[in-house]
């Protein structure tokens, strides 16, 4: 009795070129990805007419109830910790009492920071 021999089946293409293509790009991901520290107060900035992006220093943070926060030191700590690193942008939120801006522009002065920015969004 003769069987016919069955048909070989063509070898199947293997995926691990392609699962090397999605490490490779996740390394490139991973590599070129800037991770930036959470901010230490949610706030909402003040709006302005001006367009142009400023640039990039540390901030001192001031919330809606006049809460001040300097990366992870808070209150005069906080001011005393910005005038030794030199911040020169204050991120206060829209809602933040003028009396609290003035207050916390006249102490980062009094430290010695001449050159202070408010940080504002776009209309």
């Known amino acids: 009795m003769k069987l016919a021999t069955p048909p070989k089946e063509?070898?199947?293409?293997s995926?691990?070129?392609?699962?090397n293509v999605v490490f490779?790009?996740?390394?490139?991901?991973?590599?070129?990805?800037?991770?930036?520290?959470p901010e230490p107060l949610e706030i909402e900035p003040a709006r302005s007419d001006a367009a142009e992006p400023g640039e990039v220093r540390p901030a001192v943070f001031l919330s809606d109830?006049?809460?001040?926060?300097?990366r992870e030191a808070r209150g005069d700590?906080?001011?005393?910790?910005?005038?030794?690193?030199?911040a020169g942008l204050i991120r206060a939120d829209a809602d933040a009492?003028?009396?609290?801006v003035a207050k916390l522009l006249g102490a980062l002065q009094?430290?010695?920071?001449?050159?202070?920015?408010?940080v504002t969004v776009p209309r």
């Open 65 to 70: 109830e006049g809460e001040i926060a300097f």
């Open 97 to 100: 009492p003028a009396q609290s």
């Open 24 to 37: 490779l790009l996740l390394i490139f991901f991973l590599m070129t990805a800037t991770l930036t520290p």
């Open 110 to 118: 009094a430290g010695g920071l001449t050159d202070l920015s408010l």
């Open 10 to 13: 063509p070898p199947r293409e």
């Open 15 to 19: 995926i691990v070129p392609m699962i």
């Open 77 to 86: 700590a906080a001011i005393a910790a910005a005038v030794a690193e030199g």
